[in-house]
């Protein structure tokens, strides 16, 4: 079991910024990917970003740019540096991490960007 515990969260103006970071521990495999998924209400749940354990990374469209994932394997933590924040980026952010086949999911810290 691998749990994963998100923190970084809050109320932002529109144009500022936040950093998210999710720290995993329990049944940790060096091959894994982590990332970031977020869901607006009324809306489904996306991918933000995601990262391999050997740094390759993957953005969704919409944040490309302004969003910039990374990992401290050490530390087996996950970062979303997330600039130039948009209304439409509120959302709860949900950190995830899969290895050998499993998927894990954090309990989600709410983003909240104010125009």
């Known amino acids: 079991q691998v749990q994963l515990v998100e923190s970084g969260g809050g109320l932002v103006q529109a144009g500022g910024s936040l950093r998210l970071s999710c720290a995993a521990s329990g049944s940790i495999f060096s091959i894994n990917v982590m990332g970031w998924y977020r869901q607006a209400p009324g809306k489904q749940r996306e991918l933000v970003a995601d990262?391999?354990?050997?740094?390759?990374?993957n953005y969704a469209n919409s944040v490309k740019g302004r969003f910039t994932i990374s990992r401290d394997n050490a530390k087996n933590t996950v970062y979303l540096q997330m600039n130039s924040l948009k209304p439409e980026d509120t959302a709860v952010y949900y950190c995830v991490r899969s290895q050998k086949g499993f998927v894990y999911w954090g309990q989600g810290t709410q983003v909240t960007v104010s125009s």
């Open positions: 990262i391999t354990y050997g740094g390759s990374t």
